[in-house]
C-alpha cells in the first residue's frame, strides 16, 4: 500500500470507527479511486489499530 493510501486509511478509520474492514476498503475506493483490497486489517494492525 502506498503512503497515500495508509494516510486515506488512517483519516477513514479515525472518522468512522464503527465501519468493518470490508466497508472501509470500499468507502477509500468510491471516495478518492484507491485499489484496496478488503484485507486492510493488516495494514490497520500494522498502524496500531486493533479491534
Given at each position: 500500500m502506498t503512503e497515500q493510501?495508509?494516510?486515506m486509511l488512517k483519516r477513514t478509520v479515525h472518522r468512522r470507527?464503527?465501519?468493518s474492514?470490508?466497508?472501509i476498503a470500499k468507502d477509500i475506493?468510491?471516495?478518492c479511486?484507491?485499489?484496496i483490497s478488503?484485507?486492510?486489517r493488516r495494514e490497520l494492525h500494522g498502524m496500531g489499530?486493533?479491534?
Amino acid at each position: 500500500m502506498t503512503e497515500q493510501g495508509q494516510r486515506m486509511l488512517k483519516r477513514t478509520v479515525h472518522r468512522r470507527r464503527q465501519l468493518s474492514a470490508e466497508s472501509i476498503a470500499k468507502d477509500i475506493q468510491t471516495s478518492c479511486g484507491l485499489q484496496i483490497s478488503t484485507t486492510v486489517r493488516r495494514e490497520l494492525h500494522g498502524m496500531g489499530f486493533h479491534g
